[in-house]
């Protein structure tokens, strides 16, 4: 079960679980865990407040996993929080999804790691999604499918950006501009970023992968007491 906090405090999970239940894995499956993890970010994030839509929620969190993002955050200032729609082929299994409805404590608590914020606006009074820095962490926000952003918001953004069209159309699908910003912002972050500060480093990959095998294991304490008495014995 995919694990929801409601503030920044990070769920610990055993240190010696991806050892000792990995090995039930094929070795195809264990590399590519391993692999989609030393390519894991917390650099950017995706935050969606609002979004009502559960294929829109889970077309988001799909995208965010599939670009490598692994801190996504749901801040819902005036209406409850809907189930994941099936969209999302189970991304939110292997990303870190946090519920706020306090907008206070989530930006202090964006502030106290360092990050910016952008969302995206209309043109004209905005830079151009592929103009936005990414020299400080970023948390980019999209609005309520409706009503946009809200405008509590708005004394907090730091960068306020646009995703040029050409066409007759004046907008994207929420879904469709979050691809859009997620794929560009971490294609560049590869690209312009060093490795070291754009993706996790070994002890976050390790944390990480201890926090997936657990998740998808049945029971995993009564599976790693049963293992360490077994190689304790």
Not at 27 to 38: N, T, Y
Not at 68 to 96: H, M, P
Not at 168 to 174: D, G, L, Q, W
Not at 203 to 232: F, G, M, T, V
Request: net charge neutral; hydrophobic share 40%; with cysteine.
């Amino acid at each position: 079960m995919s694990v929801w906090r409601n503030n920044f405090e990070d769920v610990h999970y055993p240190n010696d679980a991806w050892e000792l239940l990995s090995p039930r894995l094929s070795p195809l499956r264990r590399e590519r865990m391993q692999r989609v993890a030393s390519q894991r970010t917390r650099h950017l994030r995706l935050v969606l407040q609002d979004v009502f839509d559960p294929h829109n929620v889970g077309a988001c969190l799909r995208s965010a996993e599939a670009f490598g993002i692994l801190c996504c955050d749901q801040v819902n200032l005036y209406q409850k929080f809907g189930k994941i729609s099936t969209v999302s082929r189970g991304a939110d299994q292997w990303l870190e999804v946090r519920r706020f409805t306090d907008l206070g404590l989530y930006l202090k608590g964006l502030r106290e790691r360092g990050f910016k914020v952008a969302a995206a606006y209309p043109a004209g009074t905005s830079m151009p999604l592929a103009e936005l820095p990414l020299d400080e962490p970023l948390a980019v926000v999209f609005g309520n499918e409706r009503e946009g952003l809200h405008k509590a918001w708005q004394d907090h953004v730091d960068y306020r950006f646009t995703i040029p069209m050409y066409g007759m159309v004046e907008s994207f699908n929420i879904s469709v501009s979050a691809a859009l910003t997620l794929h560009s912002l971490t294609e560049r972050g590869r690209v312009e970023l060093p490795q070291d500060k754009f993706l996790l480093d070994a002890a976050a990959q390790k944390r990480l992968l201890d926090q997936w095998i657990c998740r998808h294991s049945h029971n995993p304490d009564d599976e790693l007491a049963r293992l360490r008495e077994q190689s304790s014995g």
